[in-house]
């Protein structure tokens, strides 16, 4: 219950504040951060929400908690430096308020909150196909897959996770 509340008024704090000091795109290594902070999470997330909606040989119900704890073991969060991406990613200074360990719950709670709002059942077959295919990938290859797909997709796809393009990019263009 602590750290639902914890959660809500973090978004509720960056949500209000946020409008006027948000990055209109975030660096490419804190993007990298978010992910790997996020990885396994969103994963167990995905087989929280899709398992009862997949048959019982799918890929999900059957090796997701394994394929989020090898990448949790892979690629271990780094609690200060997922403060800094989540602090240049929204703009907030979160040293005030929160322990790195408390920001790291906090993104967690975060992605479980967008799986449960934004994956709708009806996707759970196609997930659970992708999931399949991208589970061989060692947990740093499967962060790269991701932010190259984010920077494909652009800010219009992303709903605010644009990826700043890198300065050079634009002038051979």
């Known amino acids: 219950m602590r750290k639902a509340a ?6 509720l ?5 946020a409008e006027a000091v948000r990055p209109s795109c975030i660096e490419r290594d804190d ?18 929400r899709c398992s009862p909606a997949l048959p019982a040989d799918a ?23 997922a403060r800094r991406a989540i602090e240049a990613a929204t703009g907030q200074d979160l040293s005030s308020f929160a322990s790195d360990d408390t920001v790291i719950n906090l993104a967690r709670t ?7 709002e934004h994956v709708s059942i009806r996707d759970c077959g196609t997930i659970d196909n992708i999931v399949a295919l991208a589970a061989p990938l060692k947990a740093h290859a ?3 897959a991701i932010l190259l797909a984010l920077q494909v997709a652009g800010p ?8 700043c393009r890198p300065n050079d990019e634009g002038a051979s263009r």
């Open 13 to 17: 704090g960056m949500g209000q504040a």
């Open 31 to 48: 993007m990298r951060t978010l992910i790997a902070v996020a990885l396994p999470d969103a994963v167990e997330g995905l087989t929280e």
């Open 59 to 81: 890929f999900l119900p059957n090796e997701g908690k394994g394929v989020a704890a090898r990448y949790r073991h892979e690629m271990p969060a780094d609690p200060a430096r």
């Open 110 to 116: 975060i992605v479980g909150q967008q799986i449960n």
């Open 6 to 11: 914890l959660a809500a008024l973090l978004a």
């Open 142 to 144: 499967m962060v790269e």
């Open 156 to 163: 219009e796809q992303t709903k605010g996770l644009a990826i």
